[in-house]
Every structure is written in structure tokens, then in C-alpha cells.
């Protein structure tokens, strides 16, 4: 299959828009911190003037209380940019109900004024090429997700989703359809999440369009409702599940080594992308002079194995896709965004670590809270790659169960946690070989107590 059959078949609209010529670059929305933050001695100042060695890890005010009681807390990273690229939201949802009109044949709809389902909210954010992106969203996911809602909220609600949400019949086996089909109510609410992730996609492409600003961020969102918590992850954030007797991760990450193919396929749709100074093949490693020639390992977007080819000039250019794990790279990053313009795409600064805009579709993750026997220590731990950059989730569970059982009585004690978890990436003496961990990007951590749910402030 040729690359102009693909764009042909998957990618219609013709050929790429030329590139705008520059011109100054305007935030679209001002730099802050979280709401929630109000009164902590956080500020867009105090992170644009600290002193290099000044890395000081913030928490909401005592007596600011969050949802469910949760904890955060965030550091700034070590001047890897001016301003904390991380941004943090969380609150109550209010789902109103819809009701269809009079009239059979009717198919607008009218919202009701009183709220009909309500629910609770965490989010975090971690943006690159700058905070506009994440700040965005922090603006705007929580108003996607709740339009995405309401306009299911009567199937939600519902023992099965009805075929038809106004209730019409058209066919007497609707019902078993949908049963053969295994629609549960729980995919209704992943179906909004997933719609609000690209509503608010679309926004964020409008926003940097329309200010000449490029930059995407992560998106890791935990949603309570009906006694299900559930977990959307676009990014490499991650959600951990602590109990007593059980560590469970809750989200699945996207890195340059999991994105790899779909990279490498916009790759090859579009090479002049690359613009002629990277090569979309991966190798093990970055080839030499003297590979000219040889035979060497290497594979391209339709391969998940591995293959030989004789090495030509043009491998020597830099890989997409370098190094392994969470320490690869994307060395020429292609990032998409349905909002600038049909399937317009850009490449970005070298050098960067994958953070896709969040076009990429949630890898949504269903905790069935009423199924659980909860403990009074039992947390979800939500962070950016900061944290786990150098703590691994055994590590995370230990000090959450070190921590939490010996300050039970402190009011505050999941915040403290929260800030004894950045603590731990800043240097101090951890591992079997003693070696220090120091992470030197933004963190910021929510810790999300599950036994006493519902309880706590809406939040901002």
C-alpha cells in the first residue's frame, strides 16, 4: 500500500496547508496555578522569580477542603522552563437531565434546571512547549465532560441502556440487541469521557491556532459516579491504586515506545514532515558512518517484530524514536490536532518527551468501588511523570502505607502524604545501592482517599 493510498483511504482533505509565516506568540490564556491553591503562597510571580535552588513544594491552604477530603501538592520544576507546565483541576459534577419535547417528533431537547446526578472530579494536566495547552484544558474538560453527560444521563441512570433514550420502541427486541451487544450503563459514561477528551482537543487546536502557539499536553481524569470511580488517561501521568493488600495500576501509559507505530505511520503519510532531517525507521540504536552498508536491526510502523536491512545514507539521519522505556525520546516529534485545521500536522522542537495532544483517544479504566471492602488507608495515588520518573509503584505503595496509618488523627494527613511523596523524588537517600532519586521536572500529585467518598468540599 502506497503512502498516497493511505492519505486517500484514512486521511481525506487534500494536501497540507503551507506554513504560516510567524508572528509574535500571545498566550491565549494567562499562566496560574490551580484555584485551589488560592492562599497557599503560590503564585505566577513566585514561580517566574525563584531562585534556582528555590524549589519549594506547595498544598492547598488548611481549611481548604477538596473533594472527597483528597490531598495535592506540586513542585516546580528545576528551570527547565520559566513557569510550572503541570496544571491540577477537581470539583463536583452537576449532571442536569435532559427531557424531550412535547411533541413525538420533536427532537430537540430541554434542560432541566435541578440537577439529577452529581458526581466528583480530579484532574492533572502536564503540557509541553509551554502551559497554554494544560491550562486549557484545566479550564475546560470538566464543562466537556459535563455537557458529555447530560446528554446520556437518562441511559446512565438506566438498569440497561434503552435503544432509544427518549424511550420510543421501534423494535420489540431492541433490548436484547443491546444485550447481545454488552452495553452497560458504565460504557456510557467511558463513551463521554472519550467525546469530551476530543471536544476538548478541539478547543485547545482553536485557541493555539488562533494565538500562532504550538504546545499540547497529558490529560490523567478520575471521575466518581454511581459508586464507580473511573480513571481516563491520554499521556504519560499514571493512577495507582494503594490498599493494604493490593497495588493496582488504573491507567495505561502513552509513551514514545507504546506510540511508536502510530508515529511511525504519520511518518510515512506524510514524510515531507520529517523535512528531510529524520528518518522514521527505529533502530536499537542511533547508526554510525560505518554501519553504511551493513545489515542491521530495525522496524517500521506495520511491524511490531524485528527485521534486517542493509543500512543506506538516509538511516543516518535522526531516529523519531530513541532509547527505551520511559527515557525514550521522540527526536522529531509529530503532534496532531484535529483542531488545526484537517488532520494538520506540525513538527515540534527536537528533543522532546512525548506528550500527545488530547486527540489521542482515553485508555479509560473502571474501579468498582461498591465491589470493594475499603479501608480508612485505602488511596488512589494520581501524579505526573515527574514522580514516577523515579519512584516505582512498589515505592509508592510503601510509603503510602508507612505514612498514612501513623497520622490518622491529622486532618490534613493526605495532603501531607502527597508532599511527602515530591519529598521523596528531591533527593533523598532511597533503593538498595543508596543512590539519590531527584526528579528535575514539574510534579504534582493528587491522593484520592476512597473510604469516606462524598465526603470533603465541591471544590472550586
Not at 498514612?404 to 508532599?419: M, Q, T, V, W
Amino acid at each position: 500500500m502506497s503512502a498516497g493510498w493511505l492519505r486517500r483511504r484514512f486521511l481525506p482533505g487534500g494536501p497540507l496547508p503551507a506554513p504560516r509565516p510567524s508572528a509574535p506568540r500571545a498566550s491565549p490564556v494567562p499562566y496560574r496555578r490551580p484555584r485551589f491553591l488560592r492562599g497557599s503562597g503560590s503564585s505566577p510571580a513566585a514561580d517566574a522569580a525563584r531562585r534556582p535552588d528555590a524549589r519549594p513544594v506547595r498544598s492547598p491552604a488548611r481549611g481548604s477542603a477538596l473533594p472527597w477530603n483528597a490531598g495535592y501538592a506540586e513542585i516546580i520544576n528545576a528551570e527547565k522552563s520559566e513557569f510550572n507546565e503541570d496544571q491540577a483541576a477537581c470539583g463536583k459534577l452537576c449532571i442536569r437531565r435532559y427531557e424531550f419535547g412535547a411533541e413525538e417528533d420533536q427532537e430537540w431537547l430541554t434542560l432541566c434546571a435541578e440537577e439529577f446526578l452529581t458526581g466528583h472530579y480530579w484532574a492533572l494536566f502536564d503540557g509541553h512547549g509551554g502551559p497554554a495547552a494544560a491550562i486549557l484544558a484545566a479550564n475546560t474538560l470538566h464543562s466537556c465532560l459535563r455537557r458529555q453527560l447530560e446528554a446520556v444521563v437518562e441511559g446512565i441512570v438506566a438498569t440497561q441502556p434503552p435503544m432509544h433514550l427518549s424511550g420510543h420502541c421501534v423494535c420489540l427486541s431492541d433490548p436484547q440487541f443491546v444485550e447481545e451487544k454488552g452495553i452497560k450503563t458504565e460504557d456510557l459514561v467511558i463513551g463521554a469521557l472519550e467525546s469530551a477528551f476530543q471536544e476538548c482537543d478541539e478547543v485547545i487546536g482553536r485557541e493555539l491556532e488562533a494565538s500562532c502557539q504550538v504546545g499540547g499536553c497529558t490529560a490523567l481524569v478520575a471521575v466518581s459516579l454511581q459508586g464507580k470511580l473511573y480513571v481516563a488517561n491520554a499521556g504519560d501521568s499514571r493512577a495507582l491504586l494503594v490498599r493494604r493488600d493490593e497495588i493496582k495500576p488504573l491507567s495505561s501509559e502513552f509513551t514514545p515506545e507504546t506510540e511508536r507505530q502510530r508515529i511511525q505511520q504519520l511518518a510515512f503519510v506524510y514524510p515531507e514532515l520529517l523535512a528531510g532531517e529524520f528518518t522514521r525507521l527505529e533502530f536499537p540504536r542511533r547508526l554510525k558512518g560505518d554501519d553504511l552498508g551493513q545489515k542491521v536491526l530495525f522496524r517500521d510502523h506495520h511491524m511490531n517484530g524485528w527485521s534486517y536491512k542493509r543500512v543506506e545514507k538516509a538511516d543516518l539521519k535522526y531516529p523519531l524514536i530513541h532509547g527505551q522505556g520511559r527515557q525514550a525520546r521522540l527526536l522529531g516529534t509529530l503532534a496532531v490536532s484535529r483542531g488545526l485545521g484537517d488532520h494538520q500536522l506540525r513538527v515540534l522542537d527536537t528533543n522532546i518527551q512525548l506528550k500527545p495532544f488530547l486527540l489521542s483517544v482515553p485508555q479509560v479504566t473502571v474501579l468498582d468501588m461498591d465491589q470493594l471492602e475499603l479501608g480508612e488507608d485505602d488511596v488512589v495515588v494520581m501524579a505526573t511523570d515527574g514522580l514516577w520518573d523515579v519512584l516505582s509503584n512498589e515505592q509508592v505503595a510503601l510509603l503510602v502505607r508507612s505514612f498514612l496509618p501513623r497520622n490518622r488523627d491529622d486532618p490534613h494527613r493526605f495532603s501531607e502524604l502527597a508532599k511527602t511523596l515530591i519529598r521523596s523524588t528531591q533527593g533523598k537517600e532511597d533503593g538498595p545501592a543508596g543512590e539519590r532519586q531527584v526528579s528535575y521536572d514539574d510534579v504534582s500529585v493528587f491522593v484520592i482517599p476512597l473510604h469516606s467518598q462524598g465526603e470533603g468540599g465541591s471544590g472550586p
